[in-house]
């Protein structure tokens, strides 16, 4: 059974920096495309970032330049560097993990940007 764990959420200050994790555990194949979305009670799921298997990103115009997505294939570990934080970043974050045809989403973890 497919699980994964987020980490690395919290509380801080605008202008500050945060990272998270996100650990896939139960793996049977190999992972194709690993990311990050924010969701904020009463308001859609949105995509923050991906990556693909073989390191191809893709980004949120809202967090291009300040967020940084990477993975470690050999852990199935995925990685998102929040820099730069604002107020609107304010959100519970999720991992999402696509492998053998099929979408795995974590619990989340909270992350606060207080102004």
């Known amino acids: 059974q497919v699980q994964l764990v987020e980490s690395g959420g919290g509380l801080v200050q605008a202008g500050g920096s945060l990272r998270l994790s996100c650990v896939a555990s139960g793996i049977m194949f190999s992972i194709d495309v690993m990311g990050w979305f924010r969701q904020v009670p009463g308001k859609q799921r949105d995509m923050v970032a991906t990556i693909t298997r073989a390191g191809n990103t893709n980004y949120a115009d809202s967090v291009k330049g300040r967020f940084t997505i990477s993975r470690d294939n050999a852990t199935n570990t995925v990685y998102l560097q929040m820099n730069s934080l604002k107020p609107e970043d304010t959100a519970a974050y999720l991992c999402?993990?696509?492998?053998?045809?099929?979408?795995?989403w974590g619990q989340g973890t909270q992350v606060t940007v207080s102004s």
């Open positions: 999402l993990c696509s492998t053998g045809g099929r979408g795995y």
